[in-house]
């Protein structure tokens, strides 16, 4: 597990597609959250059993498969709440034909517990995370930026080298790019 000040962040390669899946675990308080639980359920579940974290929180950067394939069964394994940005609704009611499409196992659709907006905030134990709405990969994508930890976490917005992806339905390169310039390259190093 790396460290970020405080928090312990464990990144998890899942599903066919090696999506990574990070599980954020406050070294304070214990608390942890899940970014992105994509595939293999045993293989996030070790990982939190292993570091010890409460996780009570899933977070979801935007609605693809292979970055919620396992949301809603650990939303029910682990009692936690589900949180994405409110444009994404379209995708999330179409996680089951996304799987069939892809060939992925069967996927249920975790129930939004909270709907997510540019500039909220999301607690990790007594670790401050700021929401960073940054369409264009999805119309509802998000960063999740722990300026006191000097960490973000982007989903498929942008990659090392790359950026993600703009031709599936909702997908736009120019406000791509839009996005990494006003809400990432604008952070600290």
Not at 29 to 44: S, V
Not at 125 to 136: D, I, Q, S, Y
Request: hydrophobic fraction near 40%; include cysteine; aromatic fraction near 4%.
């Amino acid at each position: 597990m790396m460290e970020h000040g405080r928090l312990g962040v464990e990144i998890i390669v899942t599903g066919p597609i090696g999506e990574n899946c990070y599980l954020l675990h406050d070294r304070e308080t214990n608390a942890g959250l899940l970014i992105d639980p994509g595939a293999d359920e045993k293989k996030i579940m070790h990982a939190i059993e292993h570091c010890g974290a409460q996780v009570k929180q899933i977070v979801g950067t935007h609605a693809h498969i292979d970055h919620l394939g396992v949301a809603a069964s650990l939303q029910r394994r682990l009692s936690a709440v589900f949180s994405i940005h409110a444009d994404e609704k379209q995708w999330l009611r179409m996680l089951p034909q996304q799987a069939e499409f892809l060939g992925f196992p069967p996927t249920e659709i975790p129930v939004v517990d909270r709907e997510l907006h540019h500039g909220d905030e999301i607690m990790v134990g007594n670790r401050r995370g700021t929401v960073l709405h940054t369409p264009g990969h999805t119309t509802g994508g998000i960063g999740l930026h722990f300026i006191d930890e000097k960490v973000v976490f982007v989903g498929d917005t942008l990659f090392e080298e790359s950026i993600g992806r703009t031709d599936l339905p909702g997908g736009s390169h120019q406000q791509i790019v839009e996005s990494i310039r006003s809400q990432l390259f604008s952070l600290d190093d």
